[in-house]
Nanobody, 130 residues
Framework: QVQLVESGGGLVQAGGSLRLSCAASGRTFSSCVMGWFRQAPGKEREFVAA????????RYTDSVKGRFTISRDNAKNTVYLQMNSLKPEDTAVYYC???????????????????????WGQGTQVTVSS
């Protein structure tokens, strides 16, 4: 079992920055591939970014490449999402998720499919005003 708690959301103007954090507990954090997803009102949950167990491999959805950075600190059991140059279309509830399956190799940078993740946080709201 993994418990995930997101923080760091808020209201920011377009062009601004936010850093989301997701604190994990209940299982060895370093054995989980971690991902960030988001869901805007009336839309399906979509993949944002993911990171391998060691943090050495990452992947992003095209719309955030060059603006968002995912990272993790295994000593602190925390994964981060640094969001720069925010746009109104980034407005959504952001969720972190953990893929705890032991078959994932060290080079695996995570899936873009929500169904691949075993545990989810409660979400944190990010609102970008124009």
């Amino acid at each position: 079992q993994v418990q995930l708690v997101e923080s760091g959301g808020g209201l920011v103007q377009a062009g601004g920055s936010l850093r989301l954090s997701c604190a994990a507990s209940g299982r060895t954090f370093s054995s989980c591939v971690m991902g960030w997803f988001r869901q805007a009102p009336g839309k399906e949950r979509e993949f944002v970014a993911a990171i391998s167990k060691s943090g050495g491999y990452t992947r992003y959805t095209d719309s955030v490449k060059g603006r968002f950075t995912i990272s993790r600190d295994n000593a602190k059991n925390t994964v981060y999402l640094q969001m720069n140059s925010l746009k109104p279309e980034d407005t959504a509830v952001y969720y972190c998720a953990a893929d705890a399956k032991p078959t994932a190799g060290q080079h695996y940078s995570g899936s873009s499919f929500a169904s691949a993740y075993d545990y989810w946080g409660q979400g944190t709201q990010v609102t970008v005003s124009s």
